[in-house]
């Protein structure tokens, strides 16, 4: 199954497809085999993903490209990975050590100790994480323990002396005194988490703000024996499943892009979250979007020399424009726009997962600002290249994070009206509760899989029991109620998913969107932040990818057991939708335009328009065109127009003009 000839589609079939993946920190095992399995019926066009899922995103594009430039054992080496990132690295002196998984995450020196006293708590229930975390953090700061016990063992001295040494005293007195040394020993061992806690959060929050907020920058750290971390460790990763050199200059979207960027070859799209400008970015930028700038002084702490190089290499000419500077007067680089970004920064943008990887910090010009347009006159006004060069433009930081937060589902990438081929999207969630997770088998029975076999499939939405603590392996009613803190913390956690989440919910149970979406299920103690994985759960992960790929190709692929029935169903359930929401609109065209003529002489005052004929002739076509449609739509005895709404598949969607992420 994984032979270079396998991983090659069979010509004469339909063997294009597209992919968006799902965001999950270490869920992202789940895709290796999952794309492998796939690549050995389709080619890959456009690919995209959020956090995690560009990592796969990114692997599967270079991948790809491998592929199309004759290394044929690209999806092969990628369907390996799980296997590699489940492999335990021999720690110091030769001590058992942690997941190759666990490795790519390497914290700063300033935030070891931190990081170490919180890994303590991964992999266990809530009580022994609580412990875990508490010892840690006394061995952390084990003089200021110490100092408090022995504040403490003076404020007991006149207890424990009555107790040891005054053999005489009463029972009574002795009481008295055994229980106020239990009290001293109960205050001085909360005195002493109280004060070690206090220590362990400001020195964390202190090293967090100075590495972006995160304990991990994803360069590989000094301390680690030699051991790559993430982001070194995806540069050379893409290279190599591209063909290129480990070490040579990264993989950029131009390499995918071939020598036609407007074609593209193979297309990547990944998401960011700006969160100073609480908006999100699709990477590559669309056209129009601001002009950014890096500080090479920061980006150089997050991405490693030949990524640094192949930023600077576009600019090396310089610039005849003003200096562009961040508020502590450096000068600022324009971030490579196009073809020339490495595929691995935007990968990087989109993958900071808040807290364990440093966010990415960008720079743009706010031209609200008063000075900034004062000073773009001057610009203007400059008669020469070197009076421009003398004038300074400050930029202002933006923070961009984990593309998750914004988006961690991305279904509306490449979806067009009618497909011309298959987009599959991968979706991660926890377990149902009437449907177990079981051992995976040929036909997808178990609970790990799902994916609609018709257009009633997929409409349905399971959310758990606010107030209980769900049982993934039981049925919901053997859940028991949650604490009141815990019933608090869920419902503030709940209202963060919600702002997170609801843009891709709505789109779950929608007719062409839910019947391309395969559901992987997972337990608790499965992806997401579970750093310490077994290589045994990292292999089942892999394998229900695997299982999952299998099951879309036996659905939509024209040689699957279905004989591409799904294929057929999905762009039957797009025209239906196409027709019932465009059909409708047209009506609201002749309601809305009266005559087309008044309309076109709004026209006559836009430049764009005015100064060519050729436009203001299609516009008139167009909207001539439109309102005929609209008005040639036949009348229902009941004088209403016959609108092909009616035929559509529920929940039908609706036209209106929003921005492109």
């Known amino acids: 199954m994984h032979s270079d000839d396998k991983r090659q589609p069979e010509a004469g079939e339909v063997s294009h497809c597209d992919l968006v993946m799902k965001g999950g920190v270490t869920s992202g095992v789940i895709y290796p085999r999952l794309v492998a399995a796939l690549a050995d019926r389709y080619r890959f066009k456009n690919i995209g993903g959020t956090s995690a899922g560009a990592i796969a995103a990114g692997a599967s594009a270079a991948a790809e490209l491998g592929r199309q430039r004759g290394h044929g054992g690209a999806f092969d080496q990628l369907a390996k990975l799980p296997e590699e990132l489940g492999a335990e690295v021999v720690g110091d002196r030769g001590r058992p050590g942690r997941s190759r998984l666990f490795t790519l995450f390497q914290p700063v020196p300033a935030l070891r100790r931190h990081f170490d006293v ?36 003076l404020l007991a001295w006149p207890a424990l002396h009555l107790l040891i040494a005054e053999s005489g005293a009463s029972t009574a007195l002795r009481w008295v005194a055994a229980v106020g040394l239990a009290g001293v020993a109960a205050l001085t061992a909360a005195t002493a988490v109280g004060v070690t806690a206090a220590l362990f959060v400001r020195g964390l929050v202190r090293g967090l703000r100075d590495n972006g907020y995160g304990l991990c920058s994803g360069l590989s750290q000094p301390d680690q024996g030699g051991r790559t971390a993430l982001t070194d460790w995806l540069h050379g990763y ?99 726009r196009h073809g020339e970004l490495p595929v691995v920064v935007a990968i ?55 593309g998750g937060i914004g988006s961690n589902m991305p279904l509306h990438l490449f ?27 040929a036909g997808n029975d178990g609970g790990r899989i799902y994916l609609p076999e018709d257009d009633r499939g997929g409409r349905l939405r399971y959310w758990p029991e606010p107030d209980l603590v769900p049982d993934w392996e039981e049925r919901a009613a053997a859940a028991r109620e949650k604490t009141p803190l815990a019933g608090l913390a869920g419902f503030l956690w709940s209202i963060v998913g919600t702002m997170q989440n609801w843009r891709d919910e709505i789109l779950f149970p929608t007719p062409g969107f839910r019947d391309r979406i395969v559901q992987i299920s997972q337990k608790p103690d499965e992806g997401g932040l579970n ?43 797009r025209l239906t939708t196409f027709l019932g929401v465009m059909q409708p609109a047209t009506l609201e065209v002749v309601a809305a335009a009266g005559v087309p003529a008044d309309w076109l002489v709004l026209l006559e005052d836009d ?24 008005a040639a739509v036949p009348l229902k005895q009941s004088g209403l127009p016959r609108t092909l709404d009616v035929g559509a598949l529920k929940p039908v969607p609706q036209v209106r003009l929003v921005p492109r992420v």
Request: charged share 20%.
């Open 531 to 573: 750093l310490t994985m077994a290589s045994s759960t990292i292999a089942t992960l892999a394998d229900a990818g695997g299982l999952a790929a299998q099951r879309l190709i036996a659905r939509f692929h024209p040689l699957g057991a279905e004989g591409g029935a799904g294929w057929d169903d999905h762009r039957r359930a």
């Open 607 to 630: 430049s764009r328009y005015r100064r060519s004929s050729a436009m203001r002739a299609e516009a008139a076509r167009f909207l001539t065109g439109l309102q005929a449609l609209g």
């Open 238 to 336: 893409f290279n190599q499943l591209a063909g290129k050199s480990i070490d040579g200059p990264p993989l950029s979207f131009g390499d995918l892009w071939g020598p036609d960027p407007a074609t593209r070859r193979i297309h990547l799209e990944v998401i960011t979250s700006a969160v100073s400008q609480q908006m999100v970015y699709s990477i590559p930028f669309r056209p129009g979007t601001p002009m950014f700038y890096y500080d090479p002084q920061e980006w150089s702490r997050l991405f490693p020399p030949a990524v640094m190089a192949a930023l600077a290499a576009p600019f090396a000419g310089g610039s005849d424009g003003p200096v562009i500077e961040n508020a502590q007067g450096r000068e600022l680089r324009p971030l490579p």
């Open 415 to 441: 979806d067009a009206m009618l497909p011309r081929h298959p987009t599959f999207a991968v979706n991660l969630k926890p377990p149902h509760p009437d449907h177990r997770i079981r051992p995976a088998d």
């Open 118 to 153: 919180m890994a303590r708590a991964l992999g266990k229930s809530r009580g022994q994480a609580v412990a875990a975390v508490v010892g840690g953090m006394l061995t952390l700061h084990a003089g200021a323990a110490l100092a408090v016990a022995a504040g403490g063992l």
């Open 348 to 402: 990087r943008m989109s993958l900071s997962f808040p807290l364990l990887l440093s966010a990415v910090p960008l720079y743009a010009v706010d031209w609200s600002r008063a000075a900034n347009q004062r000073t773009q006159a001057e610009v203007r006004a400059a008669e020469t290249a070197e009076a421009r060069r003398r004038l300074r433009l400050r930029a202002t930081r933006i923070w961009f994070s984990d």
